[in-house]
């Protein structure tokens, strides 16, 4: 947060600021009725979003434009800044920090705009602007072309100025040592001195330690004074709904020592719930260790460590939220999460994980995430709250499909280790059990799972969905419901639709169609209507769209044959017994 003071001395072109007197607080949010383009920018709205283009800096209303700023005082969004910080975000994505600072009792209003994301430029009405003098203008084609093919540099890689290795934590150095011995498999490894293994490592360069190195073996004080943002913040509340934490902790230490200490923390506060059925009993842990460390090992390799928010760790009883600095990686987005391979923000960082076993394959955290997590039948890992500034991660403790767990668990047990389901096909799995319409399932992995029988096909042509395999039905217990789905043949539907009829006596296409909306097309319904108004068991009066439909005088008739059969039958059958009733009355008894 910045200071008055500070602000008095900034420059506008040279310190990415703009100055607004603003006093009865009459700075447009977002161009209001202004007709001119030009006229319309100079807004609330337009002026962050020039400055997000150009590396953020802050839109303070209340002091002169003139050098040096005096302070004047306004009223602008007077008791409601948090309504402004949230229309901000809503309109443009851009996520501001806004507060107020007083001189002699003049209000002050900054809003802090971010930095934009590298290669993304943020837009108003349409237009990339960017500030000229005192002017918004829409971005030149060389800056816009220049912004939109940048790649993002690697941190991690860089040289970190002053950096010596005295300045390393020699126990993160020994954790370091002894995991990277293990995942290659030479004890040998430990016997390196400190500058070979950094060496070998590229955590040493030309005699120059990077940021990798600084973030995963640098002393606490150290860390602190140069990166104080690699922190890891863990606040615990024992409700969802609560806002002010319980308890905070800060792990401020090097990676190799934090990730274990984070770990345990959590851990403490973790239970689990007992699954059983008949021979399948198992324990399923609120918190996942391979998730949580997974998404942990994701926040640290692929934060933006240059903006200075930490990592938090929101824990809640029954959920645990994982919010670290800087959107998605470059072409990875909410939709295509598990199927796009992630490069990691922080290469060099992301490859000392893989190489000492902290990980297993770069980009792979995301597919172990959803794989767990799905596979103890909790919710899908809730990325929804992500934006380009933060990665939101929402987990949730709670079972919320007992019989996907055990059956998820069934089948790998039975499968040999090279065939055991991907997280690709257990993600389709679990859209199958949620019934996603098909046009949003992956066909590749729907054909496998017809392979392994694990799933089945029910309806035809355009009526045509999926349903788990009878092993799913098994373990629920509505073991109905899997017969419920199976396929309706024409004596089922003229039995729903004499129902239908017995009740309301008439009925339009429509209303069949809607009786067989999850089991049959339009066509598919219109096909056995027709054959049945042909069979002379249903009547059609009308022609087209204004058909209505009764039952037919044939089955009318049919019935009405088949009543009477059925009582002179049973009067054929009354009356044989009466003559039976009269012939034993007249047989003399025993003895007379």
Not at 553 to 578: C, R, T
Request: charge should be negative.
């Amino acid at each position: 947060m910045i200071t008055i003071e500070k602000l008095k001395k900034l420059k506008e072109s040279e310190d990415k600021v703009e100055f607004k007197k603003g006093e009865g607080g009459n700075i447009s949010y977002d161009g209001g009725l202004k007709l001119k383009p030009s006229d319309r920018r100079r807004c609330i709205l337009g002026y962050v979003t020039a400055l997000c283009n150009e590396g953020g800096g802050y839109l303070v209303i209340g002091m002169s434009d003139n050098y040096p700023h005096e302070v004047i005082g306004t009223k602008q969004n007077l008791d409601s800044t948090g309504e402004l910080e949230s229309k901000i975000y809503t309109d443009t994505g851009i996520r501001p920090l806004i507060y107020e600072l007083y001189e002699d009792l003049k209000r002050v209003l900054v809003i802090e705009v971010p930095c934009r994301p590298s290669g993304k430029v943020f837009k108003f009405e349409d237009v990339p602007l960017m500030r000229v003098g005192e002017e918004l203008k829409p971005m030149s084609d060389e800056v816009y072309l220049k912004i939109i093919n940048e790649q993002e540099p690697d941190f991690s890689q860089q040289i970190c100025d002053g950096l010596q290795i005295s300045d390393l934590d020699s126990g993160a150095i020994a954790i370091l040592k002894d995991k990277y011995s293990i995942k290659q498999n030479n004890p040998n490894f430990k016997t390196l001195s400190d500058e070979q293994l950094l060496s070998d490592l590229e955590l040493l360069k030309k005699g120059k330690l990077t940021n990798a190195a600084l973030i995963l073996l640098a002393k606490k004080e150290v860390l602190n004074e140069r990166l104080p943002q690699a922190a890891v913040m863990l606040e615990y509340r024992n409700s969802e709904n609560q806002i002010p934490f319980d308890n905070r902790i800060e792990f401020d230490e090097p990676f190799f020592i934090l990730i274990d200490e984070l770990w345990n923390t959590i851990n403490l506060r973790n239970g689990s719930f007992p699954i059983q059925e008949g021979a399948y009993i198992f324990n399923i842990p609120y918190f996942n260790e391979e998730v949580i460390r997974e998404s942990i090992n994701n926040a640290i390799s692929h934060r933006d460590y240059r903006r200075s928010s930490e990592i938090v760790i929101k824990q809640f009883p029954l959920r645990l939220d994982i919010i670290n600095a800087g959107g998605f990686p470059s072409g990875v987005t909410i939709e295509n999460l598990i199927k796009t391979p992630s490069t990691p923000r922080n290469r060099l960082l992301a490859e000392i994980l893989q190489k000492t076993g902290i990980v297993e394959r770069s980009g792979q955290g995301v597919d172990k995430i959803f794989f767990n997590t799905l596979s103890e039948g909790k919710a899908e890992p809730d990325y929804s709250k992500s934006d380009y500034f933060n990665v939101y991660l929402k987990l949730s403790a709670i079972i919320e499909d007992r019989a996907f767990a055990l059956f998820i668990d069934s089948i790998q047990n039975e499968l040999p280790f090279d065939e055991k389901l991907s997280v690709l096909e257990i993600f389709t799995l679990n859209k199958i059990k949620n019934k996603t319409p098909k046009k949003d399932l992956d066909f590749e992995q729907v054909n496998q799972l017809l392979e392994k029988k694990l799933i089945e096909k029910r309806g035809m042509t355009n009526a045509v969905y999926y349903i788990l395999s009878k092993d799913y039905y098994d373990f629920t217990d509505e073991k109905v419901q899997y017969y419920n789905l199976q396929e309706i043949d024409d004596n089922q539907v003229f039995t729903i639709i004499l129902q239908y009829l017995s009740k309301e006596k008439k009925a339009k296409m429509k209303d069949f169609v809607g009786l067989f909306e999850d089991k049959l097309s339009r066509k598919q319904v219109r096909l056995r209507v027709d054959k049945l108004v042909n069979n002379k068991q249903l009547k059609q009066l009308g022609e087209g769209s204004s058909s209505i439909y009764e039952i037919g005088e044939k089955f009318i008739n049919d019935i009405e044959v088949f009543s009477e059969v059925l009582s002179l039958g049973i009067k054929a059958l009354e009356k044989q017994n009466g003559k039976r009733n009269e012939t034993t009355k007249k047989r003399p008894k025993k003895g007379e």
